[in-house]
């Protein structure tokens, strides 16, 4: 048995995709135990299906496995949870509360939560929106982060619990689509792009959010995660930054390659919730800290989607 066996809570979403054969990859596919809602066919690995919110489910994989890490990915996020408010709150919250309390439990010993730009509020500078700032999050999601935020400083003050945590952007990436984000319009963008099809935006053209490519936020992550204990001063979340562009911008970089390309703009309920986030992310923090540099701007990130997707597309 590995000495250090990995947990990753919602590992078919868009990032769990990614970052499950990322893990494999670095620390072999026995050390890495995916889990989520369902199965999903084509997977390899070890996999068990879990509802996070089952707290004794959770810990009879734990116990099993002899878990030492957990990367907790399972969430509802922004748009989707502006549907159902109340049951956000309490899955989000659920779940959070058991990861936390298993590795409490459990002596597991690393747990990586993430969070997101959705902690911020009109009441944040919303150019280059500083680390330590007031949190006034509008969604239910922003909040549920916001409280996990402080969850995650608490159970490392008071239990010793090394809870690892990132503020990031949207995310986007090839490999796997998103889930009822409010950033999703950033992935969907490329897909229509390669069907040649038109793409109807739901932001207004000029609404500039943060945004990182998803290998970028893949190695943030294992990065933040490998570096030594004494270098996190952060308990809380970390500031992430990479590019920041609006969806007239992103739909130009693909122009450049698509000339033919078209996008309407029409915004709707996820446009309130975009306007009081940032529009540009200050993670000096994250730099001093454990040397996070990003990587990859428009431009390149354009390059990369549309030569993968078609590739893709071929298959
Ligand atoms: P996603 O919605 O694509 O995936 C979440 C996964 O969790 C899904 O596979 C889903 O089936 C699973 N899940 C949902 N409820 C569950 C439950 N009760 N028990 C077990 N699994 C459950 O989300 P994502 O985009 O991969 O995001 C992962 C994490 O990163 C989330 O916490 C999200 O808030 C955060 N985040 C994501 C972004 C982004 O742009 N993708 C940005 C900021 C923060
Ligand atoms: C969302 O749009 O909800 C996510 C996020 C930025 O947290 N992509």
Redesign the pocket.
């Known amino acids: 048995m590995s000495k250090n066996k990995i947990l990753i ?8 995709t990614v970052l499950t054969k990322e893990l494999q990859e670095i620390y072999g596919l026995d050390a890495v135990v995916a ?4 199965p999903k066919s084509g997977f390899s690995g070890v996999f068990e299906i ?4 089952d707290f004794e489910s959770l810990q009879a994989i734990v116990q099993k496995h002899e878990i030492k890490q957990i990367y ?6 922004s748009a989707r949870g502006e549907q159902a408010p109340l049951d956000t709150w309490e ?1 989000n919250m659920k ?1 959070m509360f058991n990861v936390f309390e298993v590795a409490r439990l459990n002596q597991v010993g690393k747990v990586f939560f ?5 902690v911020f509020g009109d009441e944040a500078s919303p150019i280059l929106t500083p680390q330590d700032t007031f949190l006034n999050p509008a969604t239910v ?1 922003g909040m549920s ?1 916001a409280s996990g935020e402080n969850w995650a400083q608490y159970y490392f003050t008071k239990y010793g619990i090394d809870i690892r945590s990132i503020r ?4 986007i990436g090839y490999q ?1 689509l ?4 409010t ?1 999703d319009y950033a992935v969907e963008i490329y897909h229509k792009a390669i069907n040649g099809e038109d793409f109807s935006c739901f932001l207004k053209k000029d609404t500039q959010l943060p945004m990182i490519f998803m290998d970028d936020a893949i190695r943030a992550t294992i990065e933040i995660m490998e570096a030594p204990i004494e270098s996190i001063s952060v308990r809380t979340s970390y500031n992430m930054a990479s590019m920041s562009f609006t969806p007239e911008e992103i739909a130009d970089s693909i122009k450049e390659i698509y000339p033919d390309f078209k996008i309407e703009y029409h915004p709707d309920y996820r446009q309130e919730i975009a306007s009081k986030w940032p529009q540009s992310i200050d993670d000096s923090k994250a730099q001093e800290d454990w040397n996070w540099k990003a990587q990859y701007d428009l431009k390149s990130m354009t390059a990369i989607m549309l030569e993968k997707l078609e590739d893709k597309n071929k298959i």
């Open positions: 809570i919602g590992a078919h979403g868009q990032i769990g889990s989520d809602l369902k879990l509802d996070g919110t907790h990915l399972a969430a509802i996020l899955i779940l993430p969070s997101s730009i959705a999601y982060k990031y952007p949207g995310i796997s998103p889930g009822g984000g950033t």
